[in-house]
């Protein structure tokens, strides 16, 4: 079985036959405690346990205290056209099945958040009685950190709230490398931790935004590391043999939903702009965060 112990999200997946699961059990701890989340052996968790893993229930924390009247982040635009999608073995020697083929995809011009939502853009939608607690304690000091245990119906109510959406997996990865298929959002250069906020750069999350180095060819920050990001997407590990070629929306059923860009206990093959991750739509990990776009 591979040792991918450090990663991010969620919980036990399956064996290495199936390359495009996660394959070994994650530690979630609660947000804004100094362990961060990922590594060891998580337990199996229950829900409205953050610390064990589980979601956390519905409605979030009882005890949550941060408020906030902060208004929704910076975007950056990315403009209509072709880029390559799926994993460039040219430039990139760890393709797995789910990142192929390689192909071209044309989308409409969008735009979509410059860093990952913060704390204190997410704690004013719950302020504005739009958006549900999350799911584990935030420390409402840290208001520019990313927003995190959170599921996927939080990220779609708060981008709701914002006037914008949850970007599509095809958006997310245009943004992430622009259009010629680089491997990582700042182009080809091996991942280290000036670039991105992976496993061994301290094991927790960094207020967003921190790494300029680390920028997609759209200015847009963190594409790599810190949190995992939710996506609009569906996951199926065959999509891209039968996606379409124009503004792809993801499979019309399927109980799991599309992570992207690693976070801060993701090895460096999780930083890689055209890595596929899944995650169940109750997962509300402390390393789970995201984005919107419009």
């Given at each position: 079985?591979?040792?991918?112990?450090?990663?991010?999200?969620?919980?036990?997946?399956?064996?290495?036959?199936?390359?495009?699961?996660?394959?070994?059990a994650?530690?979630?701890?609660?947000?804004?405690?100094?362990?961060?989340?990922g590594?060891?052996?998580?337990?199996?968790?229950?829900?409205?346990?953050?610390?064990?893993?589980?979601?956390?229930?519905?409605?979030?924390?009882?005890?949550?205290?941060?408020?906030?009247?902060?208004?929704?982040?910076?975007?950056?635009?990315?403009?209509?056209?072709d880029?390559?999608?799926g994993?460039?073995?040219?430039?990139?020697?760890?393709?797995?099945?789910?990142?192929?083929?390689?192909?071209?995809?044309?989308?409409?011009?969008?735009?979509?958040d410059?860093?990952?939502?913060?704390?204190?853009?997410?704690?004013?939608?719950?302020?504005?009685?739009?958006?549900?607690?999350?799911?584990?304690?935030?420390?409402?000091s840290?208001?520019?950190y990313?927003?995190?245990?959170?599921?996927?119906?939080?990220?779609?109510?708060?981008?709701?709230?914002?006037?914008?959406?949850?970007?599509?997996?095809?958006?997310?990865?245009?943004?992430?490398?622009?259009?010629?298929?680089?491997?990582?959002?700042?182009?080809?250069t091996?991942?280290?931790?000036?670039?991105?906020?992976?496993?061994?750069?301290?094991?927790?999350?960094?207020?967003?935004?921190?790494?300029?180095?680390?920028?997609?060819?759209?200015?847009?920050?963190?594409?790599?590391?810190?949190?995992?990001e939710?996506?609009?997407?569906?996951?199926?590990?065959?999509?891209?043999?039968?996606?379409?070629?124009?503004?792809?929306?993801?499979?019309?059923?399927?109980?799991?939903?599309?992570?992207?860009?690693?976070?801060?206990?993701?090895?460096?093959?999780?930083?890689?702009?055209?890595?596929?991750?899944?995650?169940?739509?109750?997962?509300?990990?402390?390393?789970?965060?995201?984005?919107?776009?419009?």
């Amino acid at each position: 079985m591979t040792n991918r112990s450090t990663h991010t999200i969620g919980k036990l997946r399956a064996a290495l036959s199936a390359p495009h699961v996660l394959v070994a059990a994650l530690t979630l701890v609660a947000c804004g405690s100094s362990g961060g989340s990922g590594g060891g052996t998580a337990s199996a968790g229950t829900s409205g346990d953050p610390s064990g893993g589980g979601s956390g229930g519905a409605g979030g924390s009882a005890a949550f205290s941060c408020t906030s009247t902060a208004t929704p982040g910076e975007m950056v635009s990315v403009s209509a056209g072709d880029f390559i999608m799926g994993c460039n073995a040219a430039v990139d020697n760890e393709c797995l099945d789910d990142e192929k083929p390689m192909h071209t995809v044309t989308l409409s011009a969008f735009q979509i958040d410059r860093t990952e939502v913060t704390q204190e853009q997410y704690a004013a939608c719950v302020t504005a009685g739009s958006c549900a607690a999350p799911n584990c304690s935030w420390d409402c000091s840290k208001t520019n950190y990313p927003a995190a245990c959170l599921d996927l119906a939080d990220a779609q109510a708060y981008c709701t709230w914002a006037q914008a959406r949850l970007p599509t997996e095809a958006e997310w990865e245009k943004a992430a490398r622009g259009t010629s298929g680089n491997k990582f959002p700042w182009g080809n250069t091996a991942a280290d931790c000036t670039l991105t906020n992976m496993a061994g750069c301290g094991d927790t999350a960094q207020p967003v935004g921190s790494l300029a180095a680390g920028a997609s060819p759209y200015g847009a920050l963190d594409m790599a590391g810190n949190v995992v990001e939710m996506v609009s997407d569906r996951y199926d590990a065959t999509y891209y043999t039968s996606s379409p070629s124009s503004d792809p929306q993801g499979p019309a059923s399927g109980d799991t939903h599309v992570g992207r860009g690693g976070g801060f206990k993701s090895e460096a093959t999780w930083q890689r702009a055209s890595k596929r991750d899944w995650y169940d739509v109750t997962d509300a990990a402390a390393s789970l965060g995201f984005r919107c776009a419009l």
